[in-house]
């Protein structure tokens, strides 16, 4: 479930939605390197904050000196395939094709996170993923010691055949 990549100069950043800071504050790390133009977070509403968690996660990048005009704009995706799908959406609006794209996640939704966007993306985008460890403290060493880490590792792990299991006859990455 964990994986993470280099990270190259790339088109895009993207963050599949949440309501935690860690998210954008790698991505404005990165930006802020250099590593992309654009930062592209994804969610909508949702009872973890009072906005959506495109508005949440936009204010984290503004605050941390991420220019509002570099950050674009899907609030209303509610899971990880709107999150891509609506994302591959904004991007394709705005005339912009991705030949490469940096997907910060947290660390346990990694491998999920890239198979969606992978699903949904031109298959000649090429990913960077960049994970990060949010608030629960899970790592991959650290997941198998404590129940609510083990919960959210093997849930995630669950998502990926539930998400997946119709895919895989189509499937040819």
Request: proline fraction near 6%; aromatic fraction near 10%; charge should be neutral.
């Amino acid at each position: 479930m964990f994986f993470e990549t280099e990270v190259e100069p790339a088109d895009v950043i993207l963050i599949p939605g949440a309501s935690q800071p860690q998210l954008m504050e790698q991505a404005a790390r990165l930006y802020h390197q250099g590593i992309a133009p654009f930062i592209l977070p994804s969610g909508g509403s949702t009872p973890y904050v009072e906005t959506t968690e495109w508005e949440f996660l936009r204010n984290v990048g503004v605050s941390l000196g991420v220019p509002a005009e570099a950050i674009l704009r899907e609030d209303t995706a509610t899971n990880t395939f709107e999150n891509a799908r609506l994302s591959w959406e904004v991007l394709q609006s705005k005339h912009m094709h991705p030949k490469k794209a940096v997907l910060v996640c947290k660390n346990y939704h990694a491998r999920r996170a890239l198979l969606t966007y992978q699903l949904f993306f031109s298959r000649e985008t090429v990913f960077y993923v960049s994970p990060v460890i949010d608030r629960s403290g899970t790592t991959k060493l650290n997941w198998c010691l404590d129940e609510r880490k083990i919960h959210l590792v093997m849930s995630e792990l669950e998502k990926v055949g539930t998400y997946f299991r119709r895919h895989i006859s189509n499937w040819n990455p």
